[in-house]
């Protein structure tokens, strides 16, 4: 094997084993076991022009059940998998006690010890939909961590993966939508 090739196919396992075993792609073996909703809009409905750029922009409601035992803390992200660079963070969160059913509208999530890290537009928090184009999707992710991530509150994305990898011992999902005209 002439040395570029096997460069080749080693940087093609490692995109592969990182691209299965992130917060991006759960592992399949891994059951969806929390339950996650909002009483704002239901999975697969519209999110409201509130939750969204068009609106006030603030974070929806979220309620969850089903963490499993021996979760040390909870983790949220937000993205749209439809962007045109590729699944784009809307809002990071963990440090979520898994005592917790759930989130309140807007975000007082300060207040609660929750850090919120740094979103797909560089500032912390949330940032609702804005998508350039057409309706995308949008995925409210819930895990269930065995660890309470140690990372600073302005990590990122792939801060938090790394820091996540391995930990996640369940998982749910919300999934909406949301189009601009």
Request: hydrophobic fraction near 45%; charged fraction near 15%.
């Given at each position: 094997m002439k040395p570029r090739t096997g460069l080749l196919l080693l940087l093609l396992a490692a995109a592969c084993i990182?691209?299965?075993t992130g917060v991006e792609n759960a592992p399949p073996s891994m059951p969806q076991n929390v339950e996650v909703a909002s009483p704002a809009f239901a999975s697969g409905e519209s999110i409201p022009p509130l939750y969204t750029c068009d609106g006030d922009d603030i974070s929806p409601p979220l309620t969850w059940t089903g963490v499993p035992p021996g979760t040390m803390s909870l983790a949220l992200v937000m993205d749209d998998p439809d962007a045109p660079g590729g699944a784009f963070t809307h809002w990071l969160a963990w440090n979520i006690s898994p005592g917790i059913g759930g989130l309140p509208e807007g975000e007082a999530v300060a207040e609660m010890g929750i850090v919120q890290g740094t979103?797909?537009?560089g500032a912390p928090g949330y940032a609702g939909p804005c998508p350039p184009g057409g309706e995308h999707r949008y995925r409210f992710r819930v895990l269930a961590?065995?660890?309470v991530p140690g990372i600073s509150?302005?990590?990122g994305r792939g801060e938090f993966d790394r820091a996540a990898e391995g930990h996640?011992?369940?998982w749910g999902e919300l999934q909406a939508t949301y189009g601009r005209a």
């Open positions: 990182a691209a299965c979103n797909g537009f961590l065995d660890t509150p302005d990590a996640i011992i369940g």
